[in-house]
């Protein structure tokens, strides 16, 4: 059967719009979600994290809360399997392991960037913090979507190869990175009940 030259035209071009319109839909939508998560100035949410390693035939597990406060501060509380605490305020993270303490400038590990700046900008809706580290991909709808964000300096790819963002709205629910080496972290987030 042959096509009529003017007919198949019209047709690529409307295929053409309507997915430039879908790219356009899923762009304000990742706006949206921005938008909506950097007018949150707190949070509080309970974790579960596994950490799948490669020499371990089961994960590794460990579960606490995270607590976030506009713009640039993020503490996670690991209570099990023995309790820990990771403050980061600005680049500064300070690690607190029962009696023992630790002070680290992000800025001296610049392999550690990457990951905390996946969740700090997530988490304030900052767009521009995020295309100057990683390459995105939004999927899905305000409702439930995806946010996947691959680095974009060869030297950042060698140790993280994605880190994955899954959310509902404003809440995060699920972050999920990979390793280059194949092994991977997912953390299970859940709002605290309203009192």
């Not at 905390?116 to 997530?122: C, D, F, G, P, Q």
């Not at 509902?168 to 699920?174: F, K, N, Q, T, Y």
Request: proline share 6%; hydrophobic share 45%.
């Amino acid at each position: 059967m042959k096509h009529h030259p003017v007919a198949w035209r019209a047709g690529v071009a409307a295929t053409l719009l309507l997915w430039c319109g879908g790219v356009g839909a899923a762009a304000d939508d990742l706006d949206e979600v921005l938008h909506l998560l950097a007018a949150r100035r707190h949070g509080e949410v309970s974790f579960v994290e596994q950490q799948f390693l490669a020499l371990l035939k089961h994960p590794v597990e460990s579960s606490g809360e995270l607590i976030y406060d506009a713009p640039n501060r993020l503490e996670k509380r690991t209570l099990e399997p023995r309790p820990e605490s990771l403050v980061l305020a600005d680049d500064v993270l300070t690690v607190r392991r029962g009696q023992r303490s630790r002070v680290l400038d992000l800025k001296s590990y610049p392999q550690l960037l990457p990951f905390v700046e996946s969740i700090r900008a997530t988490l304030a809706g900052d767009r521009g913090a995020l295309e100057r580290v990683f390459r995105l991909e939004y999927s899905g709808t305000l409702a439930r979507w995806t946010l996947s964000l691959v680095p974009l300096d060869a030297k950042v790819a060698k140790n993280i190869a994605q880190v994955q963002i899954d959310g509902m709205r404003d809440d995060l629910i699920r972050i999920e990175i990979r390793s280059a080496d194949g092994d991977r972290s997912l953390m299970t987030l859940r709002p605290h009940p309203s009192p």
